[in-house]
């Protein structure tokens, strides 16, 4: 089993940047489908980004289209969101999650591993 443990959230003023690591460890992250969700307070989790398992096909939400672009190293077990332009409205827990198809990621399905989230905050 994957475990998945996000790093690299924190405040930054709007039109700042952040990237976000999400750190595989148990199994190599190769054999995996990844995603990048978030829940902003009150909300419900939503898919923002996902990537396929040797990075050829990637996926947008229109909210973060054109600002976030998700990578992956899979040398490194590693997975990326780096946030550019970011906006109050961003401010959530962000988490990544680890499947074996990314159409179904992308629906908060077929997850076999969550991490435990990293706050991102964004102060007008």
């Known amino acids: 089993q994957v475990q998945l443990v996000e790093s690299g959230g924190g405040l930054v003023q709007a039109g700042g940047s952040l990237r976000l690591s999400c750190a595989a460890s148990?199994?190599?992250?190769?054999?995996?489908?990844m995603g990048w969700f978030r829940q902003a307070p009150g909300k419900e989790r939503e898919f923002i980004v996902g990537?396929?398992?040797?990075?050829?096909?990637?996926k947008y939400a229109d909210s973060v289209k054109g600002r976030f672009t998700i990578s992956r190293d899979n040398a490194k077990n590693t997975v990326y969101l780096q946030m550019n332009s970011l906006k109050p409205e961003d401010t959530a827990v962000y988490y990544c999650?680890?499947?074996?198809?990314?159409?179904?990621?992308?629906?908060?399905?077929?997850?076999?591993?969550w991490g435990q989230g990293t706050q991102v905050t964004v102060s007008s």
């Open positions: 999650a680890a499947g074996d198809i990314l159409g179904v990621v992308m629906r908060a399905q077929g997850i076999v591993t």
């Open positions: 148990g199994r190599a992250l190769r054999n995996y489908a």
């Open positions: 990537i396929s398992y040797i990075g050829g096909i990637t």
